[in-house]
T-cell receptor
Framework: EPEVTQTPSHQVTQMGQEVILRCVPI?????FYWYRQILGQKVEFLVS????????KSEIFDDQFSVERPDGSNFTLKIRSTKLEDSAMYFC???????????FGPGTRLTVT | KNEVEQSPQNLTAQEGEFITINCSYS?????LHWLQQHPGGGIVSLFM???GKKKHGRLIATINIQEKHSSLHITASHPRDSAVYIC?????????????FGKGTKLSVKP
């Protein structure tokens, strides 16, 4: 069964460093999403991406964040200058039908020290 | 903007018990998601439903669109069902946009 994959599974970085979280969505999917979950809190939407552009973003997704689909398979989330409060689990999801039937990746746990 | 509320927040059950987790939302929606989050953190989509009832193995999800309420039932619960169960609804109700998540229900099934 096709699945969404994410790398790395755990990333530790120092405050102020740039990180890139990588996702490989399911191959025929057209809609891509990033969510995050701070430890002990609920999952929050960050950004959605369709047709090579951002279709929606939340208040969390400020200028420090960017997304890219550099080739036909990867979908990346970049945080330019990490802060302690960026420590969270980041989930990628993809879909062929918008909010219908989203498939989630296993997550990347980001720890900012 | 949709508000998603789940209850209970925590649930402890004995193996074999019938489990019910509730979810209510404030804005009429096109569909609602039930997700399972394992202790390791990964999220698995269990159901996406827009009306009536869906069943997958021992899991049953129901939704009442008029009452803006959904339930997730687990029959003959097992320790491996221990996880956090999360419901999520479209932010604006439709099929576009993004999902709003509930806080989750942490289920612990004791042998």
């Amino acid at each position: 069964e096709p699945e969404v994959t994410q790398t790395p599974s755990h990333q530790v970085t120092q405050m102020g460093q740039e990180v890139i979280l990588r996702c490989v969505p399911i191959s025929n999917h057209l809609y891509f999403y990033w969510y995050r979950q701070i430890l002990g809190q609920k999952v929050e939407f960050l950004v959605s991406f369709y047709n090579n552009e951002i279709s929606e973003k939340s208040e969390i997704f400020d200028d420090q964040f960017s997304v890219e689909r550099p080739d036909g398979s990867n979908f990346t989330l970049k945080i330019r200058s990490t802060k302690l409060e960026d420590s969270a689990m980041y989930f990628c999801a993809s879909s062929n039908r918008g909010l219908w039937e989203q498939y989630f990746g296993p997550g990347t746990r980001l720890t900012v020290t | 903007k949709n508000e998603v509320e789940q209850s209970p927040q925590n649930l402890t059950a004995q193996e074999g018990e019938f489990i019910t987790i509730n979810c209510s939302y404030s804005v009429g929606i096109s569909a609602l998601h039930w997700l399972q989050q394992h202790p390791g953190g990964g999220i698995v989509s269990l159901f996406m439903l827009s009306s009536g009832k869906k069943k997958h193995g021992r899991l049953i999800a129901t939704i009442n669109i008029q009452e803006k309420h959904s339930s997730l039932h687990i029959t003959a619960s097992h320790p491996r069902d221990s996880a956090v169960y999360i419901c999520a609804a479209p932010h604006y109700g439709g099929s576009q946009g993004n999902l709003i998540f509930g806080k989750g229900t942490k289920l612990s099934v004791k042998p």
